[in-house]
């Protein structure tokens, strides 16, 4: 089977979600009616899976699989703050609304 690279981030997603929820891979495939073998190896990407049963895993870890356009990736990970990690800090913040007022009220 080819191996896509791109497979191993939402893997990697879906591994993050599924132990920030405390599950194991049986816990969440007997919740999923799916086998703890096929989490494995849809975890460990040793498996083609249809895109209906990763969307319907992803969602039941609170996650939602969106395509984006390729140029507005870049955007698209500033926003959720998986930009460029110069600054260590988001795109934008609410508080930052806050210094422009104050600025503005001076």
């Known amino acids: 089977m080819k191996h896509i690279e791109a497979f191993d981030k939402i893997a990697a ?10 599950l194991t ?3 969440l ?5 799916l086998p703890q073998s096929y989490v494995s190896r849809l975890e460990g990407c040793r ?6 049963t990763i969307a319907e895993i ?4 609170g996650l939602e699989i969106m395509l984006v356009p390729a140029s507005m990736v870049p955007t698209v990970n500033a926003l959720i703050g998986q930009g460029t990690k110069k600054s260590g800090r ?17």
């Open 25 to 27: 891979q049986a816990e």
């Open 58 to 61: 992803a969602r039941y870890l």
């Open 90 to 106: 988001p795109l934008y913040r609410l508080d930052d609304a806050d210094d422009e007022v104050a600025a503005d009220e001076a």
């Open 29 to 33: 495939g007997k919740r999923l009616s």
């Open 47 to 52: 498996i083609d899976s249809r895109i209906t």
């Open 13 to 22: 997603s879906l591994i993050q979600a599924r132990k920030q929820r405390r």
